[in-house]
């Protein structure tokens, strides 16, 4: 029977994931790999009011960043700043050795990052929407 390459959009290959994917991993990184991932979300809040959320995605001694968003009222208020931390402490307890967080490349959102102590490790030419992306980092450990 000829192999067909299909789209599917059922439960079957997240099963089939969870089957491979350690071996898969030891395979490819060389040493028996324990992947579980995790995500952690904080907020700020005013009252029953949220002015700031951000998400962190924990795996493999790694945290990274998926976003960080403040209201426009909010913002230049530390809030942004507040999050960041909270994230770096879930990170901290975790042992990752570094956050990293993607952002559109010389944007204002590097320009913050790089005051809360992040650093530019690598650019993405044309990334998503075709824009150049930043690749930001901080060293936890």
Request: hydrophobic share 45%; charged share 25%; glycine share 4%.
């Amino acid at each position: 029977m000829p192999v067909e390459i299909v789209r599917v959009s059922d439960d079957r290959v997240k099963s089939f994931f969870r089957e491979t994917q350690r071996e898969a991993r030891t395979t490819l990184w060389n040493f028996s790999v324990v992947w579980h991932e995790q995500s952690y979300d904080v907020a700020a809040m005013e009252g029953e009011s949220i002015l700031g959320a951000a998400r962190v995605l924990i795996a493999a001694s790694l945290a990274h960043i998926e976003f960080v968003i403040v209201r426009p009222q909010a913002r230049r208020n530390d809030i942004g700043r507040g999050l960041l931390a909270a994230l770096e402490e879930i990170g901290n307890y975790y042992n990752c050795h570094k956050m990293t967080i993607q952002v559109p490349h010389h944007s204002a959102a590097q320009t913050f990052l790089e005051a809360c102590g992040y650093k530019e490790e690598a650019v993405l030419p044309q990334h998503t929407w075709k824009i150049d992306h930043a690749v930001m980092r901080k060293f936890l450990l």
